[in-house]
T-cell receptor, first 114, second 116 residues
């Protein structure tokens, strides 16, 4: 069965500092991997996705993630944090490109300090 | 990307009453929709898969008689929480698979249910 582990339920960075949110996955087949962002009392917005093309994936708002099969990881990074990046971030996995639900990690809350 | 609309965004009800939440796919048809539940400061847990024209598929531990799902058209799925109790208070989010065969889901804005 597929699963996702997000290390660190809360990450705090200074404005302008590097953001690194960790995600490790477990999957019996080549996975499809996603990072979503959630602002308070809102739904989820897709940041980026890995679908077996390039291992370094660039997303919206300056975020990117690198798929590392050997480490079963898909960590999310951003070179310089902005106050507006403060939100909850979810890593998710799917073993199918079709109509299947995603399995989510527990989420990481990112705080940005001025 | 797809636009998914949920209504209502917030609802407060008394214990014992029923509440209906609507999920609409606004720009393409969806034979499948997924309903998730999110407790405060927790992740999203899949409740059920809504299938157009047939019965929903529920995850283990989710009471199908309590959480009624109707997918009567290709653009609308509804979740009805019957005889709601305070422990049903949660954030309910629907999602629609994209058409690009990438596994991506598009999410509604969510519905915050508070049962008094």
């Amino acid at each position: 069965a597929q699963s996702v582990t997000q290390l660190g339920s809360h990450v705090s960075v200074s404005e302008g500092a590097l953001v690194l949110l960790r995600c490790n996955y477990s999957s019996s087949v080549p996975p499809y991997l996603f990072w979503y962002v959630q602002y308070p009392n809102q739904g989820l917005q897709l940041l980026l996705k890995y679908t077996s093309a390039a291992t370094l994936v660039k997303g919206i708002n300056g975020f990117e993630a690198e798929f590392k099969k050997s480490e079963t990881s898909f960590h999310l990074t951003k070179p310089s944090a902005h106050m507006s990046d403060a939100a909850e971030y979810f890593c998710a996995v799917s073993e199918n490109s079709g109509n299947t639900p995603l399995v989510f990690g527990k989420g990481t809350r990112l705080s940005v300090i001025a | 990307g797809a636009v998914v609309s949920q209504h209502p965004s917030r609802v407060i009800c008394k214990s014992g009453t029923s509440v209906k939440i609507e999920c609409r796919s606004l720009d393409f048809q969806a034979t499948t929709m997924f309903w998730y539940r999110q407790f405060p400061k927790q992740s999203l847990m899949l409740m059920a898969t809504s299938n157009e024209g047939s019965k929903a598929t529920y995850e283990q531990g989710v009471e199908k008689d309590k959480f009624l799902i109707n997918h009567a058209s290709l653009t609308l799925s509804t979740l009805t929480v019957t005889s709601a109790h305070p422990e049903d208070s949660s954030f309910y989010i629907c999602s629609v698979p994209g058409t690009g065969q990438t596994g991506e889901l598009f999410f509604g804005e969510g519905s915050r249910l508070t049962v008094l």
